[in-house]
């Protein structure tokens, strides 16, 4: 029924640090490790091997801009969201940053954005997840002659445990987040204009 | 409160929000709708999302009778037309926010949660419709819209109902987009 992995709500997904500077990376993983597991790359190729292993938030140093082109590519955009470490007067726009921070940054700055990226992708596996049960049950509903009723009723029940839970981190989210979780990676070119 | 079977407005009587299966509102004779509103309490408030077509019939059908709530809505100016900004105007009574464009789907949602505050406990969100969303994009992606706005709709404690025509979906697509809200209501033609 549910074909989505049981750990999708796993909160230890690991923090993938990107940069080819032996001191940004330190600088990083220090800030981060004592909250989440920490992976570092130190060429593009690491990085991009490295995204499909339980990796939800990646940081980037913006000035490697080899990372920027590899990742930019990656196929694991909907579940992936990026922190661009930024020069100092650097441009913050970069459409697949989903945040950034400035240098010279503080610990707890990144973390805060860290964090909140952590909340997205949990917020768009609990979704995805959803939408795939409520596939299910609308199948079941729909021949509900020969559906076991037993199952079509526990099924409702899940959904409605899924739902609450999915509000709950929507609040917890800022404003505007939810939305641009659901729909972004299911919006090719959403911000060009119409 | 878990999602109900399709049944008459009294499924409502506890409040909630809810996909409400019924022919598109026509009218001011229209009557439905009001008495949907009526199965909880009535609205002091409604903010109306008129997708693909004039808010009117929509204005007609929720702000009129004795204790006539305000309105303001939220509508599509032209599908077709490209356009960057939404324009604001009005309907008798009523304050209308035109955007360009459903699309992108973020700032749809942005124009109609604005009209929101913080607590909108005597307020109806009516969203008219999902059949319209579905000719803008894909299933899946308006059912993930769908919740992210109906979350945000509950939690300033509104109620929202969200309209699917009866006459364009199977019985699966109704129980899959049922499973966003409280309650399915059916409610017939009447006439």
């Given at each position: 029924m549910n074909r989505t992995p049981p750990d999708v709500l796993a909160t230890d997904d690991a923090v993938l640090v990107c940069a080819s500077d032996d001191a940004v990376r330190f600088r990083v993983r220090r800030a981060l490790q004592r909250e989440w597991p920490v992976r570092t790359a130190v060429t593009a190729r690491?990085?991009?091997?490295?995204?499909?292993?339980?990796?939800?938030?990646?940081?980037?140093?913006?000035?490697?801009?080899?990372?920027?082109?590899?990742?930019?590519?990656?196929?694991?955009?909907?579940?992936?969201?990026?922190?661009?470490?930024?020069e100092r007067g650097a441009d913050a726009t970069a459409e697949w940053f989903d945040a950034s921070v400035r240098k010279p940054f503080e610990d707890r700055e990144l973390r805060a954005a860290v964090e909140r990226l952590q909340r997205r992708?949990?917020?768009?596996?609990?979704?995805?997840?959803?939408?795939?049960?409520?596939?299910?049950?609308?199948?079941?509903?729909?021949?509900?002659?020969?559906?076991?009723p037993a199952e079509l009723s526990h099924l409702r029940e899940r959904l409605t445990e899924v739902r609450e839970e999915l509000d709950a981190l929507a609040a917890t989210l800022d404003d505007g987040d939810a939305i641009d979780v659901a729909v972004r990676s299911f919006e090719p070119g959403r911000d060009d204009p119409e | 409160m878990s999602p109900s079977d399709p049944g008459d407005p009294s499924a409502l009587d506890g409040g909630g929000d809810a996909l409400v299966v019924a022919p598109r509102v026509r009218d001011a004779t229209d009557d439905r709708w009001q008495a949907l509103a009526g199965a909880a309490a009535?609205?002091?408030?409604?903010?109306?999302?008129?997708?693909?077509?004039?808010?009117?019939?929509?204005?007609?059908?929720?702000?009129?009778?004795?204790?006539?709530?305000?309105?303001?809505?939220?509508?599509?100016?032209?599908?077709?037309?490209?356009?960057?900004?939404?324009?604001?105007?009005?309907?008798?009574?009523?304050?209308?926010?035109?955007v360009p464009s459903v699309r992108p789907l973020s700032r749809f949602a942005e124009a109609i949660t604005d009209q929101l505050g913080d607590r909108e406990?005597?307020?109806?969100?009516?969203?008219?419709?999902?059949?319209?969303?579905?000719?803008?994009?894909d299933r899946e992606t308006v059912?993930?819209?769908?919740?992210?706005?109906?979350?945000?709709?509950?939690?300033?404690?509104?109620?929202?109902?969200?309209?699917?025509?009866?006459?364009?979906?199977?019985?699966?697509?109704?129980?899959?987009?049922?499973?966003?809200?409280?309650?399915?209501v059916e409610l017939d033609d009447g006439r």
């Open positions: 690491e990085a991009v091997a490295s995204l499909g292993t339980r990796i939800s938030v990646v940081v980037l140093d913006d000035a490697d801009s080899g990372f920027a082109a590899a990742l930019a590519r990656r196929e694991h955009r909907p579940l992936v969201e990026v922190v661009g470490l930024l992708v949990r917020y768009d596996r609990l979704l995805r997840r959803y939408y795939a049960m409520a596939n299910d049950y609308a199948g079941l509903a729909a021949r509900a002659g020969e559906a076991d | 009535p609205p002091e408030r409604v903010v109306g999302v008129s997708i693909g077509r004039s808010p009117t019939a929509l204005r007609a059908a929720w702000c009129r009778g004795p204790n006539e709530p305000s309105c303001s809505f939220v509508t599509v100016a032209d599908a077709t037309r490209s356009a960057a900004s939404a324009s604001v105007g009005t309907l008798p009574g009523a304050t209308v926010t035109a406990a005597e307020t109806v969100v009516s969203v008219h419709s999902i059949t319209d969303l579905l000719e803008y994009a059912f993930r819209f769908l919740h992210a706005l109906a979350s945000s709709v509950r939690a300033t404690r509104a109620t929202g109902y969200y309209h699917l025509d009866a006459v364009a979906h199977d019985a699966e697509t109704v129980a899959r987009f049922g499973t966003l809200f409280d309650a399915v």
